[in-house]
Every structure is written in C-alpha cells, then in structure tokens.
C-alpha cells in the first residue's frame, strides 16, 4: 500500500541545525511562523480562536532508523515506538504549539521546535475535552536517568 502526502504548509524558525532545536516544543519559548500554501489557506477560517495547534510534520532531515534507540532524556535503549526520536519508519512529528496570531494564511506560534524549512502536513486545535488525559502512565520517562 502506498501512502502519499504533500505538504500544505512550512514551518519557519530560527533553528537551522539539528542539535539548536529544542527537545520538545513544551521545552521551547521560541516564536516562529507558519505559512501554510495558498492552495490551502481557506482551512484556516476560525483557527485564531484557537489558543494551541498540534502541527504535524516531516522529519525531512532525518534519514535512517533503527527499532531501538537511546532517546535524548535518557541512557537506556528503548523501542523506537515508546519515544519520540526523529528518526523513525515513517518520520513523522508533532507539536502543540501556542497560535498566537493569524495573518492571512501565517500564523505566529510559541513553542517551536523544528527546523526552519519543515514541511507541515496537517495542523489540528488543541481541545482539552478531547486531547487532556489526567490519569496517565509514562513508561520509562517516569523512571529515566536525569540528564
């Protein structure tokens, strides 16, 4: 079966290099942009009411993967499946980000975390009564070697 996605969109920041970005978007206060195409713009009507978006995009950097990785919070190998390394089968990220503004078809977002030039996929809002779980486990997060 094949899939086939086009970007609808870029993700602009001031990272460049792989080891500026921060590790999670939750761990960054960085501003950046979102252009999303022309094409596509008309799918942003109402998205200013919304205070986050999860942004879902293409590890375009990465190349490779293996089924067990050492994830950057932690010493120990885990499966590539129970962390969020980049380099994955099919290298897919996402972020909530804070939507600070729309203009036109760009939003300004808080939170950034990628490289500049990333392609964007798909943007959904944030709604707590959805995406908030309370009673969560964390795998080895919870136990992780500080680092």
């Known amino acids: ?28 206060q960085t501003v950046g942009f979102v252009e999303v195409f022309p094409e596509f713009s008309d799918g942003l009507t109402d998205i ?22 050492r994830p950057f919070l932690d010493d ?3 499966g590539i499946f129970a962390t969020r390394y ?3 089968p099919n290298p897919l990220g996402l972020s909530i980000v ?11 977002v808080e939170g950034v975390d990628v490289l500049d030039g990333t392609p964007l996929l798909d943007i959904k809002p944030y709604v707590p009564d959805f ?17």
């Open 1 to 28: 079966m094949d899939i086939v996605m086009r970007p609808i969109g870029m993700i602009h920041s001031p990272f460049t290099d792989k080891d500026q970005t921060p590790i999670q978007a939750s761990r960054s």
């Open 48 to 69: 200013e009411d919304f205070s986050h978006i999860y942004l879902l995009y293409a590890f375009h950097e990465a190349s490779g993967y293996a089924l067990r990785v």
């Open 76 to 78: 120990r190998e885990h």
């Open 86 to 88: 980049p380099q994955r």
């Open 98 to 108: 804070h939507l600070i503004s729309r203009q036109e078809n760009k939003l300004t």
């Open 131 to 147: 995406d908030l779980r309370t009673e969560v486990r964390t795998g080895w997060y919870a136990t992780r070697s500080k680092k």
